[in-house]
């Protein structure tokens, strides 16, 4: 069993960061990637930008260039930096724990909210 706990999210004007972090605990083995998803109002939850255990990174066309993915492996912990926040980045934020082994292991966080107002 894997627990992801986000924290970092918050009230934000346009063209601001913020930066998320989310901290795994319990028995990581077989969880081979670590991501960020986030999911606004009415719409379906949308995956943001994922690191691996080699620390190879992907992120979604929407957010690459203004969004950082990162691990603190010492810690357990990922980062989502986001930078130049839009209106449209408000949304709750999730953390996703993956693995692929004999069964399929897929483990989320609680959210953290963003929003972007002015």
């Known amino acids: 069993q894997v627990h992801l706990v986000e924290s970092g999210g918050g009230l934000v004007q346009p063209g601001g960061s913020l930066r998320l972090s989310c901290a795994a605990s319990?028995?990581?083995?077989?969880?081979?990637?670590l991501s960020w998803y986030r999911q606004a109002p009415g719409k379906r939850r949308e995956l943001l930008a994922a690191?691996?255990?080699?620390?190879?990174?992907n992120y979604a066309d929407s957010v690459r260039g203004r969004f950082t993915i990162s691990r603190d492996n010492a810690k357990n912990t990922i980062y989502l930096q986001m930078n130049n926040l839009q209106l449209d980045d408000t949304a709750v934020y999730y953390c996703?724990?993956?693995?692929?082994?004999?069964?399929?292991?897929?483990?989320w966080g609680q959210g953290t909210q963003v929003t972007v107002s002015s």
């Open positions: 996703n724990a993956w693995g692929m082994g004999f069964n399929e292991l897929n483990y």
């Open positions: 690191i691996t255990t080699s620390g190879t990174t």
């Open positions: 319990g028995d990581m083995t077989g969880i081979n990637a």
